[in-house]
Structures are given as structure tokens and as C-alpha cells.
């Protein structure tokens, strides 16, 4: 198959995706609730006939924002048929060759909108579904391997949607990350939010255990810090602090701590250890962490 018949196949599978309609999730919904005032259906449908609101463009981008359901039912094509980045514009070109009129589906009994999609809000939905970016073939291999049949599309989607540059340390990281961690593991779909985070972070394709431990001594940093703001509020107000040229930091310990021990978790399945961190205490000491008990201890400490 060449390149134009690829485009225009892919194309036509999204067009047939969109062609089932859209039901609006509920975050859409809130949007659009406690933007325009919890609007009927005409009076949604005159907001977004309206060229001269203000608010038309962007609620357009909402609702035809791809969620993860339509993405699920192309990955498995674009898995196939490897769109180039240099063929994305041929892909919108055939996409929009003819008029697409869309289904939008309201819940709860509110009813339906019938839209046509306009050609400048579809540059931006082709560009949400990340047609051009593949995942490794070695990554694929260990979700195909290690993933549930039924959640494999459901983790490659995760990993399009991401944002990280694919160097050779991260891929084999993640390749690591599906074997030893087990997908099937009931705090694998967190671990992998977090994993998928932090290595977008990342700069450059660096040892991730060290990049990893970094990260552990920050969280220990600011719930340290988070103390300290709060032993000198019990001596001072607010505004005291301020006054003094104090920095006062809010930090969300439950966040820290939880980062913490899912740093913990990655870092024991990944690179089956974790290191102690280093002049971390209040007193100047160290502070060891060579068990999950350890690092227990340590957060209790802090809190």
C-alpha cells in the first residue's frame, strides 16, 4: 500500500468512527453547564451558530476534543499503517475532502446536536490524535507481552497521548516498567501515570534510577520545608512571615508522601533497590531509606 492510499484509508476509518457520534462526556458537560448557564438545547445550538460569540471557537475545539473511546478504535490502525509526520497533511486534506456531519449526544434525556465539523476545528482534532507518533517497536512488544488483551490498546492510547522524546533509557525504563511491575497489579494504572509524568520531565535520556532517587529527595525536601512553615506559624501569623521576608511554601504533604512511596514502588520492581538520601534531616543527619518500613517511618516523622 502506498503512502496517498494509507492517508486516505486512515482518513476514512476516522470519518466512520466520527460517524457513530459523539456522546459528550461529563467533564464537557460541566463545561458547558458553568459557562453558558445550564443552556437548553436551542439555546446551545444558537451559541454555536453564532460567528460573532466569543465563546463559539473554543466550544467547538471542546466538543470535538478525541476522548479516549474513539482513540481506542483507531490505535489498532494507526498501529497498522504507520502514518509519517510528513503525511499528516495529506491525512486532514482527505479527511475534509467532503462535509462531516457529527452526532453530538447530550446524557441524561437533554438530547442531540447534529454539527458539521468545520474545517479549522479539524486541524486541531487531528492533531489531538497523534496520528504521526508510534510507539517503539520493542515498548509494543512488552504490552503485547506482559498487558491483558483487552487493556493492550487501552496503554498504547496512554503513551501516544504523552508527551516524553522516546530515548533509549526511557524505552528500555518502560519496557522494564511492564514486566516487573505487572499490568495486572492494582496500582499499576497509577504507577504508570506517574512513570509517564516523570519522564516527560526529563531533559535528556539520563540514568532513571538516579533521576528516579532525585526526585524522592525533592518530595523529602518539601515535606521538610512544610514543616518548617509550620512550626513558625505556631509562632507567628501569616502575615508576620510575610512581613519578615519569609517564603512560605505550600506544599501538599498527602501528594509528597504518596509520590514518595510510589517512587518507592517503581524503583524496587524496576531496579529491584532504592538508595538512602543524604542530608536531608533537620538535625544534619542522614536519613536511610533501605525499606518501605524505612521510608513509613521517615513520612511519619515529617508529618
Known sequence: MNSEEKCNQLADEIRKVLGHGITLGSDVIHYIDSTFSNPTLEELQTILHD????????????LFFPDETMQLELEEILETLQIGKQDEDNVLDAFCRESLPVNMRLPDGRGSLNLILPSEVAAGFMARLHISKHLNEKLREAINKYADAD?????????????????????????????????????????????????????????????????????????????KIETQLQKNNLETLLS??????????????????????????????????????????????????????????LS
Open 51 to 62: 460567528d460573532s460569540s466569543c465563546e463559539k471557537d473554543s466550544l467547538m475545539e471542546l
Open 151 to 227: 487493556a493492550i490498546n487501552g496503554y498504547k492510547v496512554k503513551i501516544r497521548n504523552s508527551r516524553f522524546f522516546p530515548g533509549e533509557n526511557k524505552i528500555q525504563f518502560l519496557c522494564d516498567f511492564f514486566e516487573k511491575l505487572k499490568p495486572q497489579s492494582h496500582d499499576f494504572n497509577i504507577c504508570l501515570d506517574f512513570a509517564l509524568s516523570f519522564i516527560d520531565e526529563l531533559t535528556e535520556d539520563q540514568d532513571l534510577y538516579q533521576a528516579l532517587m532525585a526526585k524522592k529527595r525533592f518530595y523529602l525536601r518539601s515535606l521538610q520545608k512544610a514543616k
Open 244 to 301: 519578615q521576608g519569609k517564603r512560605v511554601i505550600l506544599v501538599d504533604k498527602a501528594d509528597a508522601r504518596k509520590k514518595m512511596l510510589i517512587i518507592d514502588r517503581i524503583s524496587r520492581a524496576v531496579f529491584g533497590r532504592t538508595e538512602y538520601v543524604e542530608d536531608l534531616h533537620p538535625d544534619g543527619g542522614n536519613i536511610e531509606l533501605r525499606s518501605d518500613q524505612d521510608i513509613q517511618d521517615i513520612i511519619k516523622q
